[in-house]
């Protein structure tokens, strides 16, 4: 695969934020007697406010906005057993080392994104889009089309690097390349993507002398 840019999702693909996801959506969970299971069924890869728009159907507009405060407060302070994701780092360094552009793409808002990405020192990208920038989260293109338009790069040139099904189906429908990571077998989408991985780890990426860069899989 040949592209010119990376765009990564953050939570599940950059760094391992569930144990804090799942505590947060839990307790949430628990106060509306919903289980837990229905509840972390829906929610990855999508912004805080659409789950509890679905959550909350029939609720007002302003009940739903102070339970995504509430909900904010608790997810932006809580980053106990937040880390980085094997080869996350050493990925983005050589990104970096290369001048190849890269930029988070995020369903977080600002509060809860930044907060988990100073906790696990991850190099800080030049473009870091989050769910106050998009009208339309994922699974919708909006968020990776904004990326890439950030990024001065086509969408076609850039991959996708997501976890979820919901960040998946957001990259084809932008039209990027895709790379799956721990997505779950049988997720919608997933047979559309370039490669689906275990790890970051296994992604070999060289900038040609042209300033293509090559994506291929370490042997």
């Not at 080392?97 to 808002?109: D, E, L, N, R």
């Not at 690097?161 to 049988?186: F, Q, R, T, Y």
């Amino acid at each position: 695969m040949q592209c010119k840019g990376f765009l990564f999702d953050l939570d599940g693909t950059l760094v391992n934020s569930l144990p804090a996801v799942e505590r947060a959506w839990c307790s949430w969970a628990d106060r509306f007697g919903i289980s837990h299971d229905e509840v972390l069924n829906f929610i990855h890869g999508k912004q805080a406010i659409t789950s509890l728009r679905h959550f909350m159907a029939g609720a007002s507009e302003a009940e739903i906005a102070a339970e995504f405060t509430r909900l904010e407060e608790i997810e932006a302070s809580d980053t106990n057993g937040i880390t980085p994701l094997p080869g996350a780092i050493e990925l983005l360094q050589h990104l970096d080392a290369s001048a190849i552009p890269w930029a988070i793409v995020t369903s977080g808002s600002v509060p809860v994104a930044h907060a988990r990405h100073r906790a696990t020192g991850l190099p800080m990208p030049k473009v870091f889009v989050t769910a106050e920038q998009v009208k339309h989260g994922k699974p919708e293109p909006d968020a990776y089309l904004l990326g890439a338009e950030l990024l001065g790069l086509a969408p076609e040139t850039c991959v996708v690097v997501e976890d979820a099904a919901a960040g998946v189906l957001s990259g084809l429908a932008a039209g990027c390349h895709v790379i799956a990571v721990n997505v779950p077998p049988g997720s919608p989408g997933l047979e559309k993507v370039d490669f689906s991985l275990t790890s970051l780890e296994a992604i070999s990426v060289t900038k040609q002398h042209d300033g293509i860069v090559s994506v291929d899989l370490k042997a």
